[in-house]
Antibody, heavy 115, light 110 residues
Framework: QVQLQQWGAGLLKPSETLSLTCAVY????????YSWIRQPPGKGLEWIGE???????NYNPSLKSRVTISVDTSKKHFSLKVTSVTAADTAVYYC?????????WGQGTLVTVSS | QSMLTQPPSASGTPGQRVSISCSGD????????VYWYQKLPGTAPKLLIY???QRPSGVPDRFSGSKSGTSASLAISGLRSEDEADYYC???????????FGGGTKLTVL
């Protein structure tokens, strides 16, 4: 059974960089897209971006200038960096592995941006 | 602002059939597959429908999806109390070169 385990700092100050990593345990790492999605408090889901196992990435245009998603196939990890965070970046961040009928998610990480 | 439009709320009584709509345009729903997720508080989203109307293994056949033109819908038959959750539609958007979600629909089982 595939499990995704994510970790990273949960409390940031404005202008700092958000950094989260997601590890994939079990199953194949190839032929999937690896995504980051977030949910601000009381709001809906927002797609941040995705990366293929080969490293080809797509980003939400509204976040593209501040976001980098990377993948390390040797470790079966993928990561998210968001620079210059503000209070608007406060959200639960999820990592996910998807391909058609496969949709495996991490446990979610609450990231709070506050001075 | 969501690119896909869902009603903010829906409701039904146990055993009823409810339907949740998702409206987009030719750059997303009109040209790409629609996916539906169930989100319970404090848990990660769960995929209910992929490629418009396909159910992943383990999803009950009470859940069904359909698509017509630039709109899609999720139907839940034989409504149960455990179906009370938020439901999101999603699709790739060709103009944005990214995935877009609907704003979510909160389903209440009365």
């Amino acid at each position: 059974q595939v499990q995704l385990q994510q970790w990273g700092a949960g409390l940031l100050k404005p202008s700092e960089t958000l950094s989260l990593t997601c590890a994939v345990y079990g199953g194949s790492f190839s032929n999937y897209f690896y995504s980051w999605i977030r949910q601000p408090p009381g709001k809906g889901l927002e797609w941040i971006g995705e990366i293929s196992h080969s490293g080809s990435a797509n980003y939400n245009p509204s976040l593209k200038s501040r976001v980098t998603i990377s993948v390390d196939t040797s470790k079966k990890h993928f990561s998210l960096k968001v620079t210059s965070v503000t209070a608007a970046d406060t959200a639960v961040y999820y990592c996910a592995r998807e391909n058609d009928d496969v949709s495996d998610w991490g446990q979610g990480t609450l990231v709070t941006v506050s001075s | 602002q969501s690119m896909l439009t869902q009603p903010p709320s829906a409701s039904g009584t146990p055993g009823q059939r409810v339907s949740i709509s998702c409206s987009g345009d030719n750059s997303n729903i009109g040209d790409n597959y629609v996916y539906w997720y169930q989100k319970l508080p404090g848990t990660a989203p769960k995929l209910l429908i992929y490629k418009n109307n396909q159910r992943p293994s383990g999803v009950p056949d009470r859940f069904s999806g359909s698509k017509s033109g630039t709109s899609a819908s999720l139907a839940i038959s034989g409504l149960r109390s455990e179906d009370e959750a938020d439901y999101y539609c999603a699709a790739w958007d060709d103009n944005l070169s990214g995935q877009v979600f609907g704003g979510g629909t909160k389903l209440t089982v009365l």
